[in-house]
T-cell receptor
Framework: EPEVTQTPSHQVTQMGQEVILRCVPI?????FYWYRQILGQKVEFLVS????????KSEIFDDQFSVERPDGSNFTLKIRSTKLEDSAMYFC?????????????FGEGSRLTVL | KNQVEQSPQSLIILEGKNCTLQ??????????LRWYKQDTGRGPVSLTI?????NTKSNGRYTATLDADTKQSSLHITASQLSDSASYIC??????????????FGKGTKLSVKP
């Protein structure tokens, strides 16, 4: 069964360092998303991406964050200068028809720990 | 403000017993309501998706109900198994037009099934 894959599963970094989280969405999906979940809290929307551009972003997704689909298969989330409060589980998700239609498939997450 | 509230926060039941989890939402404009199962440290997995015209939807031992008038949903788990131990998250989709939208996540109900 096709699945969304994420790497790395866990990354530890020093405050101020740049981090890139990688995702390979399901191959025929057109919509891609990043969500985050701080330990013990609810899942929060970061950004959605369609047709090679950001379609929506939340207040969390400030200038420190960027997304890219560099090669038609990978979908990356970059955090330019990490802060302690960026420590969270980051989930990539994808689907075919957009947030209003059909199931959203989540990856297993990348746990980011900022020291 | 769009919100999704779930109750109870946590629940402990014995294996083989049934349970019902609740979700109340204030989301407008409403598109659909989803229930996800999230094992600790893993990505959410979809259980059901319901539009406003659907009252009930089943997926094996999971049955979700939706009352769009009162803006309430429930997830009923029948004959619980140890593997049902997880967080169950209610997610409501806000409709922005066309295929665009946003998912509003509840905090989840943490279910523990004991032998």
């Amino acid at each position: 069964e096709p699945e969304v894959t994420q790497t790395p599963s866990h990354q530890v970094t020093q405050m101020g360092q740049e981090v890139i989280l990688r995702c390979v969405p399901i191959s025929n999906h057109l919509y891609f998303y990043w969500y985050r979940q701080i330990l013990g809290q609810k899942v929060e929307f970061l950004v959605s991406f369609y047709n090679n551009e950001i379609s929506e972003k939340s207040e969390i997704f400030d200038d420190q964050f960027s997304v890219e689909r560099p090669d038609g298969s990978n979908f990356t989330l970059k955090i330019r200068s990490t802060k302690l409060e960026d420590s969270a589980m980051y989930f990539c998700a994808s689907n075919y028809g957009g947030a209003n239609t059909g199931e959203l498939f989540f990856g297993e997450g990348s746990r980011l720990t900022v020291l | 403000k769009n919100q999704v509230e779930q109750s109870p926060q946590s629940l402990i039941i014995l294996e083989g017993k049934n349970c019902t989890l609740q979700c109340n939402y204030t989301v407008s404009p409403f598109s659909n309501l989803r229930w996800y199962k999230q094992d600790t440290g893993r990505g959410p997995v979809s259980l059901t998706i319901m539009t406003f015209s659907e009252n009930t939807k089943s997926n094996g031992r999971y049955t979700a109900t939706l009352d769009a008038d009162t803006k309430q949903s429930s997830l009923h788990i029948t004959a619980s198994q140890l593997s049902d131990s997880a967080s169950y998250i209610c997610v409501v989709s806000v409709w922005y037009g066309g295929s665009q939208g946003n998912l509003i996540f509840g905090k989840g109900t943490k279910l523990s099934v004991k032998p």
